[in-house]
């Protein structure tokens, strides 16, 4: 078992830190897409439920 | 991985975030953010902030993602090239076939995401630029013809056109007249650059029109392209996104680039050596500023359309 941390580990924890951040950062853009889309009533996964529940 | 392998990697071999980063080419995105952001903001169809928010990232991913493609191509010569000599493949931080794959990858997801933020007229420039740049131009043309320079600047000159087609799901004279401006400035900037930066393209054996042709030939090159880009940047003021800011811009902008060209046709190369370049620098810099303030008068012009004041002209 490795017990000290190499400098190696470091960089590469700095390096999937980084990385975890940009996926938060992707899921929040694609949450943030899906309230502006459904509060303007678009079709969003183009099922065309939306139009018809805008019908009825 | 084993504890041997892991401890015989030597720091170059172990990217950084930072790596990956400059693979994207981010002062090359910088450009593609703020144009096409004014493209977006400029079209007379109201777009959400947060749309116009994630299209530009996605423009800007698309953007970084043919760099990162262009890099992996040009390898080879960004090791000659002193210039590139620091890029992260060349540097032996990132290797080869890591620069394809994150350029592959963010490429379909930049025009996937954009389709879904905008349109599918947006994704598809999104994804024709990508290939018109990798492709058309990385690939074929760039170390084929002097005229690279040329073909490459359209690639630049698309971001305005599709945050254009991000606002209203088209093209039209306006988003065409701004691609034309990007695309006819580029020669005359980098020509201006090449004139007075000594260059190590010949070693890597990429044409350029003052090593193939001399600087007299690139000097008339200058001036034809000036005149063309005169052209276009005023007939852009006298359509529906142009404005009396522009209009003032452009005139005085394209006044001085002119006579800047002229200066630079004008003279020999052992006149500009005299005075160290000294009119050729002077244009190359006005050519950053002309091309800012361009976009920045469209943008001043809509602002003041959008609170129903002077801009704009109808």
Redesign the interface.
């Known amino acids: 078992m490795?017990r000290a941390t190499?400098e190696?580990h470091d960089?590469?924890w700095?390096?999937n830190f980084?990385?975890g951040l940009i996926l938060l950062a992707f899921v929040a853009?694609v949450f943030?897409?899906t309230i502006?889309k459904v509060g303007?009533g678009e079709d969003?996964l183009g099922t065309g439920m939306v139009n018809q529940e805008a019908g009825q | 991985m084993s504890d041997t392998s892991l401890h015989s990697i030597s720091r170059s071999a172990e990217p950084e975030l930072k790596d990956y980063f400059a693979l994207l080419k981010p002062r090359v995105m910088s450009l593609v953010v703020f144009t096409a952001l004014v493209g977006l903001l400029v079209a007379p169809v109201p777009v959400h902030p947060f749309i116009v928010f994630t299209s530009v990232l996605f423009i800007a991913i698309g953007g970084g993602a043919s760099g990162a493609l262009n890099m992996w191509w040009d390898a080879d010569i960004d090791r000659i090239m002193r210039r590139t000599a620091k890029r992260p493949i060349p540097a032996g931080k990132v290797s080869e076939g890591e620069a394809l794959g994150l350029g592959l990858a963010l490429s379909g997801l930049a025009v996937m995401m954009l389709a879904l933020a905008s349109n599918l007229v947006a994704a598809g420039l999104l994804a024709f630029t990508i290939f018109f740049y990798v492709v058309v131009y990385t690939m074929w043309l760039k170390r084929w013809t002097p005229q690279n320079i040329v073909i490459g600047g359209a690639a630049g000159a698309f971001p305005p056109m599709i945050g254009w087609a991000v606002a209203t799901g088209g093209v039209s004279i306006e988003s065409v007249l701004m691609f034309a401006l990007i695309f006819i400035w580029t020669p005359p900037h980098f020509w201006a650059l090449a004139l007075f930066m000594k260059s190590d393209y010949d070693d890597a054996g990429v044409p350029m029109l003052t090593v193939t042709h001399g600087h007299d030939t690139t000097r008339k090159h200058i001036l034809a392209y000036t005149v063309l880009l005169a052209i276009c940047s005023l007939a852009l003021a006298f359509t529906s996104i142009g404005g009396p800011v522009y209009l003032i811009a452009a005139v005085v902008l394209n006044f001085r680039f002119l006579v800047g060209a002229w200066k630079i046709y004008k003279r020999t190369t052992p006149q500009a050596e005299a005075d160290v370049y000294g009119a050729e620098k002077r244009f190359f810099k006005l050519s950053l500023w002309y091309l800012f303030l361009h976009f920045t008068a469209l943008l001043a012009d809509a602002t003041l359309r959008a609170f129903g004041l002077l801009g704009g002209w109808g």
Do not use: D, F
């Open positions: 490795i190499h190696l960089r590469r700095g390096r980084g990385l853009i943030g897409m502006v303007k969003v």
